[in-house]
């Protein structure tokens, strides 16, 4: 089977609302493109992700096998497995915990690789890149489109663009009634650009 060209629909925030929600099967296509690109960048040292892109054994296993479902390449690229990196995201359950439960909140609940999503872009933000390259995406929009797809509600809460790192954490501080920033707007922060400046 011959993996189908991998298109992006999202070009800006303007754009996104004109689109209708994804069904399981159109998601799950589209899944298997970012995944095949994530995992590829992984196995080209090209991330921040541990080997298995911060799932278990046995989730591993079945992403491994749903990407090649549609085609694409799972094992032509060699890579040693160190546990390094999955050891650094164990040392910070609790905020593991805390970046995934937010994930799954705004789920659009189409499809089980949603799931697989969200650990992903959990173990992700433990990087220290901006959140595509971290992923290994090609792009800022490609990685706005992943998160439209799968977390549409949290995308939509992204209404001034906010860098996508800073907007999750800034999600889980509001949760828990601990913001800690002290301007009285995201304009008259010194810090704006930090958390809106170009991610290109």
């Not at 278990?56 to 079945?62: A, K, L, V, Y």
């Not at 990685?143 to 954490?169: C, H, T, V």
């Not at 889980?172 to 958390?195: F, I, N, S």
Request: with cysteine; glycine share 4%; proline share 2%.
């Amino acid at each position: 089977m011959t993996a189908q060209p991998f298109e992006l629909t999202v070009d800006s925030k303007d754009a996104a609302e004109t689109l209708q929600p994804l069904g399981a099967r159109d998601l799950e296509r589209r899944n298997a493109g970012y995944f095949s690109q994530i995992l590829k960048s992984q196995r080209n040292s090209a991330t921040c992700l541990p080997f298995k892109l911060g799932l278990s054994d046995i989730e591993f296993q079945h992403f491994k096998h749903f990407i090649g479902s549609y085609g694409y390449q799972t094992s032509i690229f060699c890579f040693e497995n160190s546990d390094t990196r999955q050891e650094l995201l164990e040392l910070r359950a609790d905020e593991f915990n805390d970046l995934y439960s937010l994930f799954l909140d705004h789920k659009g609940s189409v499809s089980d690789t949603e799931l697989w999503a969200a650990k992903i872009l959990t173990a992700a933000c433990f990087g220290s890149e901006h959140l595509w390259r971290d992923l290994g995406l090609e792009s800022r929009k490609m990685l706005a489109s992943l998160i439209n797809d799968n977390f549409p509600r949290l995308f939509e809460k992204n209404e001034k663009d906010m860098k996508w790192k800073k907007f999750f954490y800034k999600q889980l501080c509001e949760q828990e009634g601990a913001y800690v920033c002290r301007a009285p707007t995201c304009e008259e922060c010194k810090a704006y650009d930090d958390c809106f400046g170009s991610e290109e």
